[in-house]
């Protein structure tokens, strides 16, 4: 198992939960919800500042998948979210990862259900709750089969952009 804190990331329309797990990879704990920003640039802004405050060395987003496996227009929400996060975190050493996600949202549902919260008290945390079942189910397959989950998110490129601080030299997956 590889050490070092690691973020997980659940994309929704209108939020983003992150979450983070301590540095041996063992157990996954809330940290915020981000609002989506339209532009996508404050909510990446974010994510990057968390990865720095926290020293994370791997971001796993959330794939949505639907149960038969097949892609949706959320799963190319994610990914695309996951390319341009990349890009950003990239420069940092930091790589992004994208693991299947089917469920997390309903489990994380019935998991603040059975802690007594109700749907309207939970609407806050519920991103949070998801980004946590993403990240344990991330690190729980990386401790099982010694390999990392999912597929890395390959940076999306930086067209004509001057912004030397989210320029990518894209480069081969070490992962």
């Known amino acids: 198992m590889r050490t070092g804190v690691r973020l997980g990331i ?9 979450a983070r797990s301590d540095p041996h990879g063992m ?39 639907n149960l038969r496996g097949a892609a949706t227009p959320s799963t190319d929400d994610a990914s695309g979210f996951a390319e341009r996060l990349a890009a950003r975190l990239a420069p940092l050493g930091i790589a ?11 489990s994380a549902q019935g998991q603040l259900r059975q802690a007594g ?3 309207k008290q939970s609407r ?3 991103d ?6 993403i990240l344990q189910h991330a690190l729980d397959i990386e401790r ?3 390999a990392a989950p999912g597929r890395a998110a390959e940076p999306e490129p ?10 990518v030299v894209q480069g081969e997956d070490t992962q």
């Open 10 to 18: 659940d994309v929704g329309k209108a939020r983003i939960g992150i």
């Open 27 to 65: 157990l996954a704990t809330p940290v915020e919800t981000v609002t989506r920003d339209a532009a996508g640039t404050s909510d990446l802004a974010r994510i990057v500042a968390i990865a720095q405050e926290l020293d994370a060395c791997e971001a796993v987003v959330g794939l949505p998948l």
């Open 96 to 106: 992004v990862r994208l693991v299947d996600e089917r469920l997390s949202t309903v």
């Open 117 to 119: 919260k109700k749907t």
């Open 124 to 126: 806050a945390i519920i």
């Open 128 to 133: 949070q709750a998801a980004a946590v079942v």
């Open 144 to 146: 099982a089969s010694g």
């Open 158 to 167: 930086q067209s004509g952009r001057a912004d030397t601080e989210t320029d």
